[in-house]
């Protein structure tokens, strides 16, 4: 027997010895369980070890499979772990001893278990990744079920969800991996027949799995699969070892147009075609020296056509050669195309026969790409419109030749004296002025100098002088000479200089390109960026250029634009294509309007008022134009996707903060409603039963806990107005000492055995500030300096002013603040640490300073000398305390 | 016979309340639970005073109080939950009589309630008492002499018709738009620190100290009350 492996699964027979060779993984993979996998990894493995492999089996379930246990019967096995828990459970892998029996190949049958608990690794997988790093080979079972990135998929279709999955890199990075197909109906058989192999409680979960719909989902998603993983090997191959010949693998289509009218049928077929085969297409325009002389009827015509492959849905591409069918074919093969698609040259048959078809020249490829041509049906009887471009200096031309002809005449004359014999350098002359005529103003003027430069040539030069000898020999020979010499130098020349026309273009557009790109790319707010749009987008077009972005509604609005033009714009931005002016869509208007269109659709209008009507004929100039909107496109919308990213981590933020405040306002609000409902319930249950000093003291406990929750309440929801941002302070000329007095007369009743000593100047200025909120500032320092401070102790309140400052100061004889407490107790949900009255939600402090800081002020706390604490509220005065007339306002009340 | 007290609420538990408590203080409870229905039941049965509750579910709680004083001048009582401050500073100002901020406490409500009436008693009547007296103070309207303790104050011609005009309805909230259209006329609505500087100055001549007032109480955002104990 061979000792060579014949299979990339197999390792070398001699990797035993020395370093570690990385074992090999074949995957036996089906669709669904029951087509046969194990079976047939166990018929690989048994014709792997008559060739000589050393092969061993791991845990194999042959339940339900009494021939497989008959297949199995001379194969070594390792032995299986004892359970280590009771009840039916899968026979489990012992790794170390497989590692210590350390066999060529191992069968490792179901992939995707999971191992129970205690066992080196949780899953199967990564048994299987060890085995392979020390060297041995695998052989394992997978079906497409359980492979992870198609789990969600494979639910909705079977509405089984499977929780044992295995990496799709394992499978992506497997050496082989072996198609086990079955057909449904077979499968659907063996099901009925109960020769599914299914532990029993996973039987009936699967019943989703086995109908027929579910299995020719599976089928299909298992082939796709084998296809992907052909596909890319066969790129990763074409890569390595072929890089200038097509494969074909997924069939590609590049549809060549012309600016014939019946190029829109080209590409209808073509579309035609790439939706019957699954295809990709590009449509491409080659773009060849003589472009150049192209109408700008043709010239609308290709634009027009490139832009309907692309609402049908092709990639279109402007490709620059001087041969076209060399230009196709480069093209074909740099993308991989499978296929070129042309339609039927209209020129007459003569012509190739002399100058050789595209046709023939793209059958003829090298690359091995198949060619189509699409026939168009009156393309042969009725010419198109004519594609060649009568410029309008052509007749012109001809009279211009004649001027050509005499000043090579008059340069002819005095060389014709000085030079003996003169005929050959005479017509030399004559000669570089045909070529001239050629180059310039194209073969007909050429065919016409040439005639009358041989005529010429013929009166002026040639003896008898001044006659026309009209020497028939002479003269044929003298004019093909001049024909095909003065035409070849000219039309040499002239594609030199379309060429140099070309390349110009090309560098402008690539100027244009970067200008743009660099530019946007400097900047990231969005009002500069729609300005170096406009500006990028003036310097290579002219005329007047405007970007109309969309508001929240979608709505464009602009001042310079007529309501007709606004209209245009918005449907521009509604449907994301071009419209107005040279467009099939409102063309009466003056304007010519753009989409700006990224991924996610239009995201602003570009409106241009070109200086060259003619703009919206010149294909190459729309591209770059439109390739400059998509550039700019590009730019608002990584604006925009950067804005949302950034509103969507605040949002996330705030709800972050949300629940942590839920989270502490549901246990504080619930807290004191537990004390009301207990002692409630208590009242209501038992009330009689209770002596009357009990039930008094439950109906204090509800009324001081309503209390609390009612201040729990009214502090939420200025946390609330504050962190949501609508908390505006209504500012009006406030007196500190009617403030104070107010939030004392509120808190009356708790501060009876407190002394209150308050240095409030008489004339004191007025105060900018909203009256309710900073009443309930005040309130709640007093209210908090009432719950921290043993009962009794003083307070002192000073209000004083500071130049354009208003300072007043809230201070206790209290414990004052420990260490680093004295920032803190402005946080949410800050407790002090020895509270010993009724415990707040700790916000009453965080609502302090967040309406002080709303009226720009500060508020800070700090110990006292002598012990205590001190909460200072400094408040801007807010301008100039008005002035009041009071002698006025006595004597107008004194009038009234 | 028994003061005819209207509620109109539109929660349930505030009238069961009410409908508990009221009573035993010599009140007869008529209740309403929405606006429709407590403009109607005050024209059918004239209540003495109106308890009502600025967030009712079918109309604005400020258009009841409007479609109220078209008909009568029954005094109102509105009950606002915190946040409505210019609700109720509205419905003070179209005509409402006095407030609370819910919760209240049932011995404040029947002080409110209480004031209401006697103020009811006293427009009827308007026998235009020349001697007015609230605790300590006491106003001859004649004289046009006030004194605090048997002691005369010397006020100028605005403090002494801002003190007149809260002595005049102790107890109840004046708002400052009110104020000053009492003091000025409804054509001056002066800036609402005119006020202020009267009443610091009011205060100090009045009040044994002006920051902890005993009779001239600042309602944040609303306006002022003298006290009444």
């Known amino acids: 027997m061979e000792q060579q492996p014949t299979n990339s699964a197999g390792p070398p027979a001699s990797s035993t010895a020395g370093e570690k060779a990385r074992g090999k993984l074949k995957i036996f993979f089906g669709a669904a369980p029951g087509v046969g996998k194990t079976f047939a990894m166990v018929d690989a493995a048994r014709k792997r070890r008559t060739e000589g492999h050393d092969v061993v089996t791991g845990p194999l379930d042959t339940r339900r499979r009494p021939e497989l246990e008959a297949l199995l019967a001379d194969l070594e096995r390792i032995p299986v772990r004892g359970p280590a828990t009771r009840g039916p459970v899968r026979p489990e892998f012992d790794l170390d001893a497989a590692l210590l029996r350390r066999p060529q190949i191992l069968l490792l049958d179901d992939l995707a278990h999971t191992n129970a608990a205690g066992l080196r690794h949780p899953k199967r997988w990564q048994d299987m990744q060890e085995l392979l790093q020390e060297g041995v080979s695998v052989y394992t079972t997978l079906n497409v079920m359980q492979l992870e990135s198609v789990n969600d998929i494979v639910t909705r279709i079977t509405g089984v969800t499977l929780h044992e999955t295995v990496p799709d890199s394992i499978f992506d990075e497997a050496d082989e991996v072996e198609l086990v197909d079955m057909t449904p109906d077979d499968l659907l058989q063996r099901w009925r027949e109960g020769k599914i192999p299914l532990a029993d409680a996973v039987q009936k979960t699967m019943a989703g799995v086995f109908r027929k719909g579910s299995l020719i989902a599976l089928r299909e998603l298992t082939l796709r699969r084998m296809a992907e993983r052909v596909e890319s090997q066969m790129e990763s191959f074409r890569q390595e070892h072929a890089p200038g010949e097509s494969w074909p693998v997924v069939e590609r289509l590049l549809v060549a147009i012309s600016p014939s009218p019946y190029a829109r049928r080209v590409v209808r077929a073509a579309r035609r075609m790439a939706m019957r085969s699954h295809a990709q297409w590009i449509v491409a325009y080659v773009e060849t020296p003589e472009s150049d002389e192209l109408s700008p009827t043709d010239r609308d015509r290709v634009y027009q056509t490139l832009r309907l492959a692309e609402r049908l849905g092709a990639e279109t591409v402007t490709i620059t050669g001087d041969d076209v069918a060399r230009a196709l074919i480069q093209y074909a093969v740099q993308r991989n195309a499978t296929r070129i698609v042309v339609g039927k040259p209209g020129r007459a048959a003569w012509r190739d026969r002399f100058f050789g078809s595209m046709v023939d020249e793209l059958i003829r490829n090298e690359a091995g790409i198949d060619v189509t041509i699409i026939r168009g049906q009156l393309e042969e009887t009725t010419r198109a419109a004519p594609s060649r471009w009568r410029r309008p200096g052509r007749w012109s031309g001809y009279l211009e030749s004649i001027g050509v002809v005499a000043v090579c005449s008059l340069l002819a004359w005095p060389l014709s004296l000085w030079i003996k014999p003169s005929g050959a350098g005479v017509a030399m002359l004559y000669l570089l002025g045909v070529a001239l005529v050629a180059m310039w103003w194209g073969i007909g003027p050429s065919l016409w100098a040439s005639l009358l430069g041989v005529l010429a040539f013929d009166f002026f030069f040639t003896p008898p002088r001044f006659t026309l000898t009209l020497n028939d020999s002479f003269l044929v020979f003298t004019f093909l000479v001049m024909v095909v010499v003065g035409n070849v130098i000219g039309s040499l020349a002239l594609r030199i200089k379309r060429q140099a026309a070309i390349a110009q273009r090309h560098e402008q557009r690539a100027t244009a390109m970067y200008q743009m790109t660099r530019d946007l790319a400097e900047t990231d707010k969005l009002e500069t960026m729609v300005d170096r749009i406009v500006s990028n987008i003036t310097a290579s077009f002219g005329g007047e250029v405007m970007v109309l972005l969309p508001d929240d509604d979608r709505r464009l609005s602009a001042a310079a634009l007529s309501s007709a033009d606004l209209a245009i714009a918005q449907w521009v931005l509604e449907h994301g294509g071009m419209a107005g002016l040279g467009t099939d869509v409102l063309p009466s208007t003056e304007l010519l309007f753009l989409p700006l269109k990224a991924d996610r659709g239009t995201v602003a209008v570009l409106a241009l008022r070109p200086r060259d009507r003619n703009l919206p004929h010149h294909p190459e100039l729309m591209l770059l134009l439109e390739t400059l909107c998509r550039h700019g496109a590009l730019a608002i919308e990584h604006d925009a996707l950067v804005r949302e990213s950034q509103e969507a981590r605040m949002s996330a933020e705030a709800e972050r903060l949300q629940n942590i405040l839920l989270s502490s306002v549901s246990h504080d609000l619930r807290t004191p409603l537990a004390s009301i409902t207990g002692a409630a319930s208590s009242l209501l249950d038992s009330g009689s039963k209770l002596e009357s000093a009990k039930q008094m003291e439950l109906v204090a406990t509800i009324h001081d806990e309503a209390d609390r929750l009612n201040r729990l309440v009214t502090n939420l929801l200025h946390v609330t107005r504050l962190e949501s941002g609508a908390l505006k302070p209504n500012k009006d000329w406030q007196s500190v000492e009617e403030l104070v007095g107010a939030a004392l007369n509120r808190l009356d009743k708790s501060l009876q055995d407190r002394a209150v000593n308050l240095r409030v100047p008489p004339d004191l200025s007025l105060v900018s500030v909203d009256g309710i909120l900073l009443e309930q500032v005040i309130f709640n320092l007093l209210e908090n300096a009432l719950k921290y401070t043993p009962s009794g102790t003083p307070f002192d309140i000073e209000a004083r002013e500071d130049g354009d400052h208003m300072h007043i100061a809230i201070a206790d004889r209290g414990p004052g603040f420990g260490p680093g407490e004295s920032e803190k107790v402005f946080e949410k949900f800050f407790q002090g640490g020895h509270a010993n009255a009724a415990k707040g939600a700790g916000l009453g402090l965080t609502v302090c300073r967040g309406f002080v800081e709303a009226h720009g002020g500060t508020l800070r706390a700090y110990n006292r000398e002598a012990g205590g604490a001190v909460f200072e509220i400094v408040l801007p005065i807010g301008g100039k305390s008005p002035k009041i007339d009071l002698d006025f306002s006595e004597k107008n009340n004194g009038a009234a | ?229």
């Open chain 2, 1 to 229: 016979m028994t003061p005819k007290i209207l509620l109109v609420e539109d929660d349930p538990q505030i009238r069961r309340l009410l409908r508990v408590t009221l009573p035993p203080e010599g009140f007869t409870l008529l209740e309403a639970e929405n606006g429709e229905s407590g403009v109607a039941q005050n024209a059918e049965h004239n209540p003495d005073v109106i308890i009502l509750d600025l967030g009712l579910p079918d109309i604005d709680g400020i258009e009841v109080v409007r479609r109220v004083r078209e008909k009568s001048a029954t005094p109102i009582l509105v009950l606002s939950a915190r946040g409505q401050d210019q609700d109720k500073v509205n419905a003070l100002d179209a005509g409402a009589d006095d407030y609370l901020t819910k919760p209240f406490s049932m011995p404040e409500l029947l002080a409110r309630i209480r004031v209401a009436l006697r103020h009811a008693a006293r427009t009827a009547g308007e026998t235009a008492e020349s001697v007015l007296t609230v605790g300590e103070i006491q106003i001859d309207q004649v004289r046009r002499v006030v004194t605090v303790g048997g002691h005369e104050l010397a006020l100028t011609a605005n403090e002494y018709l801002i003190l007149l005009v809260l002595v005049r309805q102790a107890g109840k909230v004046i708002t400052h738009r009110q104020m000053m259209k009492e003091i000025w006329g409804p054509n001056n609505i002066m800036e609402t620190h005119y006020l202020r500087v009267f009443m610091a100055q009011l205060r100090r001549k009045l009040e044994k100290d002006p920051a902890r007032p005993r009779y001239l109480i600042t309602e944040p955002g609303v306006g002022y009350r003298l006290k009444v104990d």
